[in-house]
């Protein structure tokens, strides 16, 4: 059992709160034992941020660079540590860890250790004829990061690479049943080089820890991924303070088949998409809108594949599908499901939580929901799919569009106007045509409404840390400038 604690200043410490057990939701079983963080080790971490960020800031884009590139190295040197700690404390399938949350992290890292060196702003000019103007990119400072349990190391890189690549230094809190990848990440940084007190992190609860850090005075900005209601409240609790805000929050992606789409590439790509990280995903598809004349093929044909998902020990390479992160989730989703044919909503297939230990739910397809149901409109984080048909194309886009949030979306159709009809009309930070759920480093990832404002990976993400300085200097020498007249006419 590995033991636990935060990172401050550069080592593992020991911290005042009580401890707490990292349990393997596949099993019931502990993974790892630590002691919790209180409001006083966030004032300790917070410092140690504030004291490492002049060296860090004025290192070179080159310095920088060359740290994020050795910890690239080193995190994928460390696959298979972190596959196993990431598989053991989400119950994520391993495939999955495998093949996205570890390789897209280190290519995250690896994207960002190129981009540190390429700071972008307008020319330097004498726009006024008497002043030399430029543009200064320095770092926000010292950034607050909170992050949600789902992607554990995905969702840390995509917040503190960034920061780190700008200048910044970093105070992260991982979500409390999942705090052993990050703080494997900050183990690694530092072995790559990183300066002591640079990153650093608090683990604990979103109550006290989370609130504290959210909350704080001494931190420059605060980042967070996580649901909309928190993802307010941290907002509410920087703003005390003016502190800039970053947030990444809740998704209800719809998934249009217009009539003219490839039918089994829609039905895989459901499935796909619904599914992934047992629909703990804020992108996973989750309304199907599905033109009338292909929608009881749709549904029979999800319903097919759906049924044929094996569930099992995420570490086995076999397994598709892993349990939700907790017995109080799986129950909240289990509890939506069953109120759904209250509202009209017909249970296709799945519904069932399978007996045995471990938060195990089957996949579930919910059909002729209505547009008023709980299930259609909140975000539901389970392995469950809903459909509803639509009329014709004003109508497919007037339904992705009623929900309050605005992360993901996807259009199937092989017509192409339709296709850029579709992605300019939908309300969503990315749209996907004949797919659901890919991404890349190069490319930003954030939403609209509910869902959030701001941006994770890609250079749009690099701004997020880097504040704009205009310098304007005088290149005439002159006293009398002819200005002043505006202001005094006689000296
Ligand atoms: P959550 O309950 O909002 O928690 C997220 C983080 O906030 C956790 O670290 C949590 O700590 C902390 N927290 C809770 N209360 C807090 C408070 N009062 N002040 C400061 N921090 C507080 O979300 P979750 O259940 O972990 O994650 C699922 C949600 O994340 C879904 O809504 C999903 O859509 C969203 N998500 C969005 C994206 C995106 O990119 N848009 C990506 C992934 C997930 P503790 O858990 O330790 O208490």
Known sequence: MTVASSWIDGALVKTGGAQHTVINPATGEAVAEFALAQPGDVDRAVASARAALPGWKRATPA???????????????A?????????????????????????????????FAGAARHLEGKASAEYSADHTSSIRREAVGVVATITPWNYPLQMAVWKVIPALAAGCSVVIKPAEITPLTTLTLARLAADAGLPDGVLNVVTGSGADVGAALAGHADVDMVTFTGSTPVGRRVMLAAAQHGHRTQLELGGKAPFVVFDDADLDAAIQGAVAGALINTGQDCTAAT??????????????????????????????PDTDLGPLISAVHRAKVAGMVERAPGEGGRVVTGGVAPEGPGSFYRPTLIADVAETSEVWRDEIFGPVLTVRAFTDDDDAIRQANDTKYGLAASAWTRDVYRAQRASREIHAGCVWINDHIPIISEMPHGGFGASGFGKDMSQYSLEEYLSIKHVMSDITGVVDKDWHRTIFTKR
């Not at 740290?67 to 995190?75: E, N, P, R, S, Y």
């Not at 196993?84 to 897209?104: I, N, Y």
């Open 287 to 316: 309304r199907a809108i599905v033109a009338q004349g292909l929608y009881d093929d749709f549904v029979a044909g999800v319903a097919e594949v759906m049924s044929k998902i094996v569930l099992g020990d995420p570490a086995d």
């Open 79 to 111: 696959t298979s540590e972190l596959v196993a700690e990431e598989v053991s404390q989400t119950g994520k399938p391993v495939r999955l860890a495998t093949e996205f949350d570890v390789p897209g992290s280190v290519d995250n890292i690896d994207f």
């Open 63 to 77: 310095e920088r660079s060359a740290v994020l590139a050795k910890l690239a190295k080193l995190a994928d040197d």
